[in-house]
């Protein structure tokens, strides 16, 4: 198995752009995951998704933030409109039927400038 | 809100000794604890996990201490090894809620 894949690995893009992160989980998990890690406040849970259904958004800074799955291999974060202040790293996350640990894409380096 | 934390930011060890990574949570309700080790450029990877119920797992190389009474977590990483520079987060699942929350982390630094 590949694995969790994101894309695009890195993506700078300017204040008020939209970004949208892609997210294709390990086949049949169905959990997952959306991670921003940044210096400041480590590792946060921004939304997650069980059978492809949002269980819990509380995590997500702001409306300009939302996710979407639309189906069990394919997942989205976007941003409308961006900030310098999302700057960060985005981990997509999955997790198997039963399963308890979460395995981790390589992550999406956000520079917004 | 309740959060997971760890004691020490940094760790610095020589080669072949002993690394012990400390982490303190607050959650009561926990059931589940894991460690995770990210290297430079790459997501989490799963190290080793325990219940709640139990106070020692040990895997290759590792092993995780829970004490429940002060709410504490460790690791413990046996004749280090440069491949273990990383740094190492602890993370716990809350009673019934199925997400993880993370503590900070801690970076170790494995000298030659």
């Known amino acids: 198995d590949a694995g969790v894949i994101q894309s695009p690995r890195h993506e700078v893009t300017e204040m008020g752009q939209e970004v949208t992160l892609r997210c294709k989980p390990i086949?049949?998990?169905?959990?997952l995951f959306w991670y921003r890690q940044t210096m400041m406040r480590g590792l946060e849970l921004l939304i997650y998704f069980n059978n492809n259904v949002p269980i819990d958004d509380s995590g997500m800074p702001e409306d300009r933030f939302s996710a979407k799955m639309p189906n069990a291999s394919f997942s989205t974060l976007k941003i409308q409109p961006s900030e310098p202040r999302d700057s960060a790293v985005y981990f997509c996350a999955s997790r198997r039927p039963g399963g308890t640990e979460a395995f981790f894409g390589q992550g999406t380096r956000l520079t917004v400038v | 809100g309740e959060s997971v934390g760890l004691h020490l930011p940094t760790l610095s060890v020589q080669e072949g000794d002993n690394s012990i990574i400390n982490c303190a949570y607050s959650?009561?309700?926990?059931?589940?604890f894991i460690w995770y080790k990210q290297e430079s450029g790459k997501g989490p990877q799963f190290i080793i996990d325990i219940r709640s119920n139990m106070d020692k797992r040990q895997g290759q190389r590792v092993t995780v201490l829970l004490n429940k009474t002060v709410k504490h977590l460790s690791l413990q990483i046996a004749a280090t090894q440069p491949g273990d520079s990383a740094v190492y987060f602890c993370?716990?699942?809350?009673?019934?809620?199925?997400?993880?929350?993370f503590g900070k982390g801690t970076l170790l630094t494995v000298n030659p």
């Open positions: 086949s049949g998990h169905d959990y």
């Open positions: 959650n009561s309700a926990s059931d589940y």
């Open positions: 993370a716990d699942r809350g009673g019934s809620n199925y997400k993880l929350t």
